[in-house]
């Protein structure tokens, strides 16, 4: 805040400390009247510097639903004359369908503000652009997954990450599962949620449409993804395939995660910790820190071990990359040379 609005913000304080003081509403004593007053300016204050960090279109919104609500209180205030109810009990009711409806159309307006273009009414509003969302629409398997919010807190999500009511809806079923292992994976994505809408980088949005005709979640999240123009966020193959087949953008965590494993290639030496045995004769299976399953020939008698190991190939599947290596026992203990 620089010194010159800090300087008119006090001025416009004392102004009213001032004015209460001289016209002493309500009768109160010179003291009262200018903590009044001071009151009644820092309000104004925080009230005005709320307002600063608003955009252009909420405050055209809010001020446009304000004024509507406004004129529908005015209205039923009219029908309420009408009545034979008590002049008493109608000014209450007046009142506080005035505030009511002046507030509701005030948050309404306010929220559905980023909706407006500016652009197509002209003038000093020409300029104005409407910008293009991000919109990233989660679906239940990748919220249950929970790796989406560690890409978050990283900083790579940019946009808008849409959460729609009936994966919300889904998501409460899975933790009202009687199954305990149904639940507990419901409650572990509700858990997700609260911890991204904590994050101050990410914007959450909780969207409330829906499309009765459609009874599948899949096909809602790709009837959503296509009328917000976004991509869906998964890690479900089926979901991916048919979103690719409509022509839907879909960003999956595990394709992403494969693509974040370090490269490995033929005649690397791997330092690995044996396992278990594997399916083949004198095979030992390790596993990297990522999840990568290390087959190793001639290792079935190094399990518990750490050993050294060279890689002989590497094999990318649907499910993930396997990495085949092959432990030298001759390599292993020949003498280290000073």
């Given amino acids: 805040?620089?010194?010159?609005?800090?300087?008119?913000?006090?001025?416009?304080?004392?102004?009213?400390?001032?004015a209460?003081?001289?016209?002493?509403?309500?009768?109160?004593?010179?003291?009262n009247s200018i903590l009044v007053g001071a009151l009644l300016g820092f309000f104004f204050v925080l009230f005005e510097m709320r307002l600063e960090r608003a955009s252009?279109?909420?405050?055209?919104?809010?001020?446009?639903?304000?004024i509507l609500g406004i004129?529908?209180?005015?209205?039923?205030?009219?029908?309420?004359?009408l009545t034979s109810i008590e002049r008493s009990s109608i000014s209450f009711v007046q009142i506080s369908l005035l505030m009511l409806m002046a507030y509701v159309g005030l948050v309404l307006g306010a929220n559905k503000?980023?909706?407006?273009?500016?652009?197509?009414?002209?003038?000093?509003?020409?300029?104005?652009?409407?910008?293009k969302r991000n919109y990233k629409i989660l679906d239940t398997s990748v919220i249950i997954d929970g790796r989406v919010a560690d890409v978050c807190e990283t900083?790579?999500?940019?946009?808008?990450?849409?959460?729609?009511?009936?994966?919300?809806?889904?998501?409460?079923?899975?933790?009202?599962?009687?199954?305990?292992?149904?639940?507990?994976r419901g409650r572990r994505g509700l858990d997700i949620l609260h911890r991204i809408q904590k994050m101050t980088n990410v914007q959450v949005q909780i969207v409330e449409d829906d499309f009765p005709q459609t009874r599948e979640v899949d096909l809602k999240l790709i009837e959503l993804a296509k009328r917000y123009e976004g991509k869906i966020v998964t890690n479900d193959f089926n979901l991916n395939k048919v979103a690719q087949l409509q022509g839907v953008p879909v960003l999956n965590i595990n394709e992403l995660a494969n693509a974040l494993k370090p490269v490995v290639l033929p005649g690397e030496i791997m330092r690995v910790f044996i396992l278990k045995e594997g399916k083949e004769y004198n095979q030992g299976v390790a596993y990297l820190d990522?999840?990568?399953?290390?087959v190793v020939d001639n290792a079935k008698k190094m399990i518990s071990k750490t050993i050294d190991i060279a890689v002989t190939s590497v094999?990318?599947?649907?499910?993930?990359?396997?990495?085949?290596g092959k432990y030298d026992e001759r390599r292993a203990t020949e003498p280290v040379h000073q």
């Fill in 315 to 324: 094999l990318q599947t649907t499910a993930g990359k396997m990495i085949f």
């Fill in 290 to 294: 990522d999840g990568t399953m290390v």
């Fill in 155 to 184: 900083g790579f999500v940019d946009g808008v990450l849409v959460i729609p009511q009936f994966v919300l809806r889904e998501l409460q079923l899975v933790a009202d599962s009687s199954e305990s292992q149904k639940r507990a």
């Fill in 20 to 31: 209460s003081f001289h016209l002493r509403p309500f009768h109160l004593t010179g003291m």
């Fill in 56 to 66: 252009l279109k909420k405050l055209i919104g809010a001020a446009a639903g304000s």
């Fill in 1 to 18: 805040m620089s010194w010159e609005m800090a300087v008119m913000r006090s001025v416009f304080i004392l102004i009213l400390m001032a």
């Fill in 71 to 81: 004129l529908g209180a005015l209205m039923i205030s009219h029908l309420l004359n």
């Fill in 113 to 131: 503000g980023d909706l407006l273009n500016l652009a197509a009414l002209g003038g000093i509003f020409a300029g104005e652009r409407q910008p």
